[in-house]
C-alpha cells in the first residue's frame, strides 16, 4: 500500500510561515485528488486544501489567501505553504490522497491513503 510521510511542522509565533511537505512512496501518487486535512484537540478533522487534477487548487475560507498547495511530480511530494499563521491554526496536519474517482473535496472517508501527520504550533 502506498506510504505518504509529511515533515515540516514545528512552532511558530503568530504571522510566521511554515512549509509542510507530504511525500509518497509511488509514483503519480497525486496527480488525481490530494487533500491537505488538520485536527485539533477536541474538534473534528477538516479539510484546509486540496489539489485536483495537478492544478485545480481549493481553500476553505479561513485560509484562503494565506495557505497555497503545490505539486512537484517529480519528487512525488505536495507542499502545503502557510503564510501569516494564527493561533488557530495550531493542530496536527494530514496529507491524504485519493487515485481513482472525480470527486476530491474535503470529506476524509473517500481519501484511501494518508500521513501520519505533522504538528503546527502557532503561539500568541
Known amino acids: 500500500q502506498m506510504q505518504l510521510v509529511e515533515s515540516g511542522g514545528g512552532s511558530v509565533q503568530a504571522g510566521g510561515s511554515l512549509r509542510l511537505s507530504c511525500t509518497a512512496s509511488a509514483v503519480n501518487a497525486f496527480t488525481n485528488c490530494m487533500g491537505w486535512f488538520r485536527e485539533a484537540p477536541g474538534k473534528e478533522r477538516e479539510g484546509v486544501a486540496r489539489?485536483?487534477?495537478?492544478?485545480?487548487?481549493y481553500y476553505v475560507d479561513s485560509v484562503r489567501g494565506r495557505f497555497t498547495v503545490s505539486l512537484d511530480n517529480a519528487k512525488n511530494t505536495v507542499y502545503l505553504q502557510m503564510n501569516n499563521l494564527k493561533p488557530e491554526d495550531t493542530a496536527m496536519y494530514y496529507c491524504?490522497?485519493?487515485?481513482?474517482?472525480?470527486?476530491?473535496?474535503?470529506?476524509?472517508?473517500?481519501?484511501?491513503?494518508w500521513g501520519q501527520g505533522t504538528q503546527v504550533t502557532v503561539s500568541s
Open positions: 491524504a490522497s485519493r487515485p481513482v474517482g472525480e470527486w476530491c473535496g474535503f470529506t476524509p472517508s473517500p481519501y484511501t491513503n
Open positions: 489539489i485536483y487534477n495537478g492544478t485545480d487548487d
